[in-house]
């Protein structure tokens, strides 16, 4: 049995349409899914403690499940990658903070596949970083930190829909689970 891990952002739980959807993916395909819940307020994020923060919080789960769990990260939780890089565990991050030298390290030294999901208009998004980092890249022009685009509400609940279909896309390619 496949687990899969969705861990939050800063500001909204494991419950928000972006995590919820994506964790849910791995749910259709078999996954026991977990939805992590932060315990406590975190220091600022653009702080390296933030990285021993994130490791402190999520390794429990970790441990509890043993085996190689997908991890699902949305914006704080990528800073999970260290964790994710040092037990080779595939993933999936969701406007990753790419603007931090951890996370970026974290995410080249990763073995297992991962795949990054941002849109242009996100100050924490780097194009080039990601297209350097990994082959599995779903960027959206315009898109901010929250994959909103701008027009019409129901332009990015139409692009919600699409991150679901990249992110079933990828597990399909590296067969995840086996």
């Not at 049995?1 to 259709?28: H, K, N, S, W």
């Not at 085996?67 to 999936?92: E, F, M, N, Y």
Request: proline letters at 10%.
């Amino acid at each position: 049995m496949a687990d899969a891990v969705v861990i939050p952002g800063r500001l909204y739980g494991p419950g928000a349409p972006l995590p919820m959807y994506a964790g849910d993916v791995a749910e259709r395909r078999g996954a026991t899914l977990h939805r992590f819940e932060w315990s406590r307020r975190s220091p600022d994020p653009f702080q390296p403690s933030i990285e021993q923060w994130v490791a402190d919080e999520v390794t429990p789960v970790l441990d509890r499940l043993g085996g190689r769990p997908l991890l699902i990260g949305k914006s704080l939780g990528t800073h999970a990658a260290t964790l994710a890089a040092d037990r080779s565990l595939p993933a999936v991050w969701l406007t990753p903070v790419l603007t931090v030298p951890w996370v970026v390290d974290a995410l080249g030294r990763a073995t297992a596949p991962f795949m990054l999901v941002g849109g242009t208009a996100d100050k924490l998004w780097d194009s080039a970083v990601a297209r350097r980092l990994t082959p599995h890249v779903f960027e959206v022009a315009d898109a901010d930190h929250g994959m909103y685009v701008p027009g019409p509400l129901t332009d990015s609940v139409t692009l919600l829909a699409r991150v679901v279909v990249a992110v079933d896309d990828f597990l399909t390619k590296i067969a995840w689970p086996a």
